[in-house]
Every structure is written in C-alpha cells, then in structure tokens.
C-alpha cells in the first residue's frame, strides 16, 4: 500500500503519547553581547507552522539577530504541554483551545503571535464527494473536542452548513485516520499538513483549508515569566523568524528539498505540497479568540469566564 511510504514520518502517531521524547536540535548564537547566556528554547511541531523557524536555525538568522535559539521538536501535543507546564520550554507552537485550556487552569501562558499552518478536510476517493456541502450526513474521520474539530466546524460554518450536519468519528491517531479515509472506511477526514498533502497524492479529494478561508487556528505561547524576563531575546526570535518567512515567501520553491531533509515531510509530497503564505507576526484576532471560547463551551469544556485579553502579550512582536 502507498500508505506505508509515509510511516516512516507518521509512526509517532501510533504510539501512547508518553512514550515520546522531544529531540532538542540547538542553534549556538556566535558570542553577541546582547544574546542571553543560555538559549531560549522554543518548541515545535513537524508541520507547516515550524518551517519557518527551522529555516531561521538552519540559515543563521538567530545568531545573525544575537538571540541563542533552541528548538525542541515534539512528536504530539500532550508532551508539548507538559514541557511548557514544567518550564523545560520557554515557548511552543500550538493552538488556540490549548491556550484556553491553559488560561482557565490559571497557567500563565501568553498568545504571543498567530503562526501559519494548515488543517484541511479531504473526501475519501470512494465517496464521490467534491465540495463541503456533500458532507451533510456523512462521517469525517477526526479527534474529537480539540482543535482538529474546531476547524471543521468552523471551516463547515463558513460554507453554510451547521456544525450538526455531519457524523463525527473520533480517531485520534492520524496515520489511522489517514488510511481509512483512503481505503473508504469514513467519508472525509481532517487533516493537517503534511498529511493532509499526503492523503490528496493518494486520491483523496481536497475540499476545504483553513488558509484558504480564513480560519486561524495556530499560535505561539510563550511563559509569562520569559516575556517578562527575556523580552528583548523574544523580539529578536520574532525578527529572525520574520527573516524567514520572507525568504519562504520569496522563493518557496527553493524550500522543496528543506521539507524532507530538514521538515521531515515525506518524499512523495515535496513537489505537491503548496507552500502556505507566512504572514508578519501579529496576533490573532480577538473576535477568533471568543469564537473558540463559545465553541468550547457550547461543548461544557470551559467553564471559567475568560476574555481575548486574557490570553494574549504584544509585547514580543515590534
């Protein structure tokens, strides 16, 4: 099966969560008078939002910024949380009910910016299916109560159709997901990149995308405690990162080898994948924010009363 060629990448998600050990890759800022002695660790994910800091490591734009960067790559998000909970991370990509979840549990932790990944919903090649609407009534495969579901409603809502429509079936562990959307076990599922590119050069009918409508869903957290201590250090993370984005933006084609050699994406998506459009740091609209906190509650996952400006620190972007 063409599936197995990508096990190799996704086999993380086949195993229980804390079976996983984040894999530090360091960058060593030349010695800078302004660089913080020790590195600002920063945690990420192997997706489309982390390119750009990967790129940032590999390019010297940290040490060009003076700022010692580390980046931990983290294989699933519950160890990511855990880390920034215990302080082993200064910061992390992650998502926007992660940020809830955390400001409800009264952990400090801030929005620092949005980031620019890409969730989709992919038809299976057996349903005949070609557009959102032909999801009402249907089964999408997805987890349940986190922020892949999220972006389905929300993607659906955009389209029209009542988060109610269709039947959703809880299968957390993507690459099982994957192979049944592809073997026509469910009717659609809800991807993130790369697996969502993965899933379309297998067959699978690409219906809808958070970027292409407008639906933000990743961020950056950073400690409260590191904004208020590092803050210069942050600010030129960002114009590192910023840097990058440029560059990605520029001349994406010239990334298409970065994404297996350095990403980690799989070798049959590097000439299909379609770059996303990095944006300028900036922080997410606070309206998005309140939708994620009705959404959450409409499902009784949060009960604190908690506003945008809770979550969120403009201090780290310029």
Not at 20 to 44: C, D, T
Not at 67 to 72: D, F, K, N, S, T
Not at 181 to 194: F, K
Not at 236 to 259: M, T
Request: proline letters at 6%; charged letters at 20%; a negative charge.
């Amino acid at each position: 099966m063409i599936f197995l060629k990508f096990s190799k990448l996704l086999a993380y998600c086949l195993l229980p969560p804390l079976l996983f050990s984040a894999v530090s890759l360091s960058v060593s800022a030349s010695p800078v008078k302004e660089a913080a002695s020790a590195p600002l660790r920063v945690g990420i994910m192997p997706d489309a939002d982390s390119i750009p800091f990967m790129v940032a490591r590999d390019e010297g734009l940290f040490e060009k910024e003076g700022v010692a960067v580390e980046l931990v790559v983290f294989s699933n998000p519950q160890e990511r949380d855990a880390a920034l909970q215990s302080g082993k991370i200064d910061g992390t990509i992650s998502d926007l009910l992660a940020a809830a979840f955390f400001a409800a549990g009264g952990f400090d932790a801030k929005i620092t910016s949005l980031t620019d990944g890409r969730y989709g919903i992919a038809a299976s090649p057996q349903s005949g299916i070609t557009d959102l609407a032909g999801l009402q009534g249907k089964k999408i495969g997805l987890s349940t109560n986190t922020i892949i579901q999220y972006t389905v409603d929300a993607q659906l809502e955009k389209a029209g159709i009542p988060s109610n429509a269709y039947d959703p079936v809880s299968i957390p562990r993507m690459p099982v997901r994957m192979e049944m959307l592809l073997n026509g076990q469910i009717d659609a599922a809800s991807l993130p990149e790369p697996l969502l590119t993965a899933a379309v050069a297998q067959g699978a009918v690409l219906l809808s995308t958070t970027d292409a409508i407008g639906v933000d869903a990743g961020i950056m957290l950073f400690l409260k405690k590191t904004l208020d201590e590092r803050l210069a250090d942050v600010r030129k993370f960002y114009r590192a990162y910023n840097a990058a984005a440029e560059k990605i933006n520029a001349h994406p084609d010239a990334y298409r080898a970065f994404l297996v050699e350095k990403a980690s994406f799989p070798a049959a998506v590097q000439d299909a994948y379609r770059f996303v459009r990095y944006r300028k740091p900036a922080l997410p609209d606070a309206g998005q924010i309140e939708q994620v906190f009705a959404w959450l509650k409409e499902r009784n996952l949060l009960s604190a009363a908690l506003a945008a400006s809770d979550l969120i620190d403009a201090r780290g972007i310029d």
